[in-house]
């Protein structure tokens, strides 16, 4: 791997995805020389705060931006990229101003304007398999921006939630609480047969962890797993490749090695 030719963007929608989602993705791009940007459309004003935090919109944002920018210096990014559209939440109209709110086209336009300017050879958003709005509308805008950009990434890929861990994950909690809202939550997730490549990242679990902890405001997802389970998800990063396409065979290990092709 060429530490000058090498550039990875991660592309997420609220802080917090970077880490809960892509935290050893990010951490092993960096351990191996690799200068990381990650790209966050909103402030996460919509963030449900860590109990006994009464935090408003405001102070909320301010928070988030800030463990944002100390969770990704600790793994090791670079420069860290803030959009300026307000956390859509989870329902409802989206307000103006919100992520959802904007046409994918003007997303993809500000993401392909920084795709320009970083000359990424790898671009990485999130595959949304956990149903969040915010989620799918900045990986629609990510995939418009690599198609309109004039650079080329050699490699695109969506950061997937396995779904035979996130059956497992909606499980535990409705062992938990079997009469809650968990209870429909059965079809999260992305099929293993989806899933073109995967990452050891053992070796940062516990930067990873320490990573996740940045993340004061927000009750991490991670805290009522079992710990088998917990390690399950944090040791591995799985992705699918959308670009170059996917002919089959074994899972990749290396998303750097995509094959450089054109659009």
Do not use: N
Not at 44 to 66: C, F, K, Q, W, Y
Not at 72 to 90: N, P
Not at 243 to 250: E, S, T, Y
């Amino acid at each position: 791997m060429s530490e000058t030719t090498d550039r990875l963007l991660v592309v997420v929608a609220h802080p917090d995805d970077e880490t809960f989602g892509c935290g050893s993705l990010l951490a092993h791009a960096t351990a191996s020389g690799v200068p990381t940007v990650v790209a966050c459309a909103t402030r996460g004003e919509a963030g449900s705060p860590t109990p006994g935090r009464g935090l408003d919109d405001a102070d909320m944002a301010e928070v988030r931006e800030s463990e944002l920018r100390e969770a990704a210096k600790l793994v090791g990014v670079g420069r860290v990229e803030l959009f300026d559209w307000v956390d859509s939440g989870m329902d409802g109209e989206p307000i103006p101003g919100s992520l959802c709110a904007a046409p994918v086209v003007e997303v993809a336009a500000v993401i392909a304007s920084l795709i320009d300017d970083v000359c990424p050879s790898v671009v990485v958003t999130l595959d949304a398999s956990d149903g969040h709005r915010d989620h799918a509308h900045i990986r629609d805008a990510t995939l418009r921006a690599v198609e309109v950009s004039s650079w080329r990434p050699s490699g695109v890929y969506l950061h997937c939630l396995p779904q035979q861990l996130m059956r497992k994950w909606v499980e535990a909690l409705v062992r938990e609480q079997p009469d809650s809202e968990h209870l429909g939550l059965g079809d999260l997730g992305t099929p293993e047969d989806k899933i073109t490549t995967v990452i050891d990242t053992t070796e940062f679990l516990e930067l990873r962890e320490q990573a996740i902890a940045v993340h004061r405001s927000q009750t991490s997802p991670y805290e009522v797993m079992p710990a088998g389970l917990r390690r399950e998800f944090l040791t591995a990063e799985r992705l699918q490749r959308v670009h170059p396409d996917w002919d089959g065979g074994p899972v990749e290990t290396d998303i750097f090695a995509a094959a450089d092709a054109s659009f």
